[in-house]
């Protein structure tokens, strides 16, 4: 199903895409050549009085062929008005950007279709922390995140995009039905290491910290160290001792306190020894109070029986010890009733591994229809800004080439989602047609934005590029593209195999 829902989702976005490039050409009397889905050698393919349609074998795309872009056809002295080469350049502009227009309408589209089906989610707060802005400005539990400096909040990561700069932010939150605007400042929090070690001996009572390797050193020695490194752990008369199996660091940031209520501790469907509406209230002894108990609890279960994790930054100091026993207890309540399972960690980390498990806090916006398209807008808005941001880290380092997702990621991706519902099989469409949007308008040869720049150098120069010339550039971006593909696709399959 994964492969049959990537190619429904493919082809809709692309089709999307290519009909607005085709649409505006034909609406400036531009010869469309082709239009097709895909790469390479032909699958199918249709003789029309105008324009041939065609499916292609490799799924990376799709193009609109018109007559007049490519110089080889000797353009320079033809003056046929249907050409793109002659046509005015505020045309061309246009026809160029159009793919990237109706790629962002397909998302607004599908966002505002899922809102009207199932809601929109709102972001909740589970608990504040102490002595924290959130605490300080009057954030409660229970409050609703509507807004955040106008912008709708639909999941924690828009509130994150702001707070990112440390500035002054205005939240619109609903409490009890009732709306109230507060306003607060961010707090710089400094970085934070997440150790784990083997080969554990000593005391794993600390809760404090005075000293690593016998040293009072500033804990930014963490970053010296690698995996197979011995380390100690002080404080006062206890010490624990191990080796370095990783390390991961998360940098000083900004943050205003809050925890969210994204996952509940309620079971979504039956699924082995779970049966759907199963509350889990407790594991291996430990109460189970909500979604954040839930995800903290479930966590250790993939840290090795002889291991432990440590988390740790200038100013406080945990250990997160192992499950010892293969064998979990649960309690869940089932019913009415508190009924004891059974599992062996294995086996719980495949369950809880599924898409869609777990509920997921069911604190929705119904918008009516009137509300709907700036609704609509804001959330396309926000998943735009996200992709822009992490260009931006590829681009300054920021972020690695082998954490994108190729085609084989991207069918992953779907394939998960369709388990989870047809919800998020909409929101991934809308994703990924937002993303095809921005990564074409980017000014690059051989995407549209790469043509939209050409066509701004003749609106700006008054005069013609040379065809050749913007024909060799495109064809070395399509070469590069091409090649970046490919090197995506590798790393997908390598991950596959890993």
Do not use: C
Not at 66 to 88: M, Q, R, S, W
Not at 270 to 288: R, T
Not at 389 to 402: P, R
Request: without cysteine; hydrophobic residues 45%; charged residues 20%.
């Amino acid at each position: 199903m994964a492969i049959v829902w990537f190619l429904i989702i493919f082809t809709i976005i692309v089709v999307v895409h290519e009909f607005g490039h085709f649409i505006f050409a034909k609406m400036f009397n531009t010869k469309v050549l082709e239009f097709s889905i895909g790469f390479g050698p032909k699958l199918f393919f249709k003789k029309g009085k105008k324009t041939d349609f065609a499916i292609r074998a490799i799924p990376l795309g799709g193009y609109v062929k018109l007559a007049g872009e490519d110089e080889l056809e000797n353009i320079e002295d033809n003056d046929d008005p249907t050409l793109l080469f002659n046509k005015k350049p505020w045309q061309k502009l246009l026809i160029s950007f159009a793919g990237p227009l109706f790629s962002f309408l397909l998302g607004i589209i599908v966002i505002a279709g899922s809102g009207l089906i199932y809601g929109l989610p709102q972001v909740q707060i589970e608990n504040v922390l102490q002595n924290s802005p959130a605490e300080q400005a009057g954030l409660s539990s229970g409050d609703i995140i509507k807004k955040v400096n106008n912008d709708y909040v639909f999941d924690p990561q828009i509130l994150n995009l702001e707070i990112r700069e440390g500035k002054t932010i205005t939240l619109d939150i609903i409490r009890e039905g009732k709306s109230l605007e507060i306003e607060l400042t961010p707090q710089k929090i400094p970085a934070e290491y997440m150790v784990q070690i083997s080969n554990i001996s000593g005391s794993t009572s600390i809760n404090e910290l005075d000293k690593i390797n016998g040293l009072n050193q500033d804990i930014e020695v963490l970053n010296k160290m690698e995996p197979g490194d011995p380390i100690s752990f002080s404080n006062k008369d206890k010490t624990i001792r191990g080796n370095i199996v990783n390390i991961q660091k998360m940098e000083s940031r900004y943050i205003i306190g809050v925890n969210f209520d994204i996952y509940t501790n309620i079971i979504a469907k039956d699924y082995q020894i779970f049966e759907k509406d199963d509350q889990i209230i407790e594991i291996e002894g430990e109460a189970i109070d909500n979604g954040i108990d839930f995800v903290n609890t479930i966590s250790r279960l993939n840290i090795p029986e002889n291991d432990i994790m440590v988390e740790l930054s200038e100013n406080q100091f945990s250990i997160i010890k192992a499950f010892t026993e293969n064998t979990i207890n649960l309690k869940v309540l089932r019913k009415d009733k508190i009924i004891e399972l059974q599992s062996n960690k294995e086996n719980l980390i495949e369950i809880f591994s599924q898409p869609g498990i777990v509920k997921i806090s069911d604190n929705r916006l119904k918008p009516s229809l009137v509300e709907i398209i700036p609704v609509s807008f804001g959330w396309a808005k926000t998943l735009m800004e996200s992709v822009v941001q992490v260009i931006k880290q590829l681009f300054t380092g920021q972020t690695n080439t082998n954490e994108i997702a190729g085609p084989i990621g991207i069918a992953t991706i779907i394939g998960q989602a369709s388990k989870a519902g047809f919800e998020s099989i909409l929101n991934i469409l809308a994703l990924i047609t937002i993303n095809l949007g921005v990564i074409n308008i980017l000014p690059l040869p051989a995407l549209d934005g790469g043509r939209i720049i050409f066509s701004l150098y003749e609106i700006i120069a008054r005069r013609k590029v040379n065809p050749k010339i913007e024909s060799l550039i495109h064809a070395i971006g399509f070469i590069i593209l091409m090649g970046l593909m490919i090197f995506i696709a590798f790393n997908d399959i390598t991950r596959f195999f890993n």
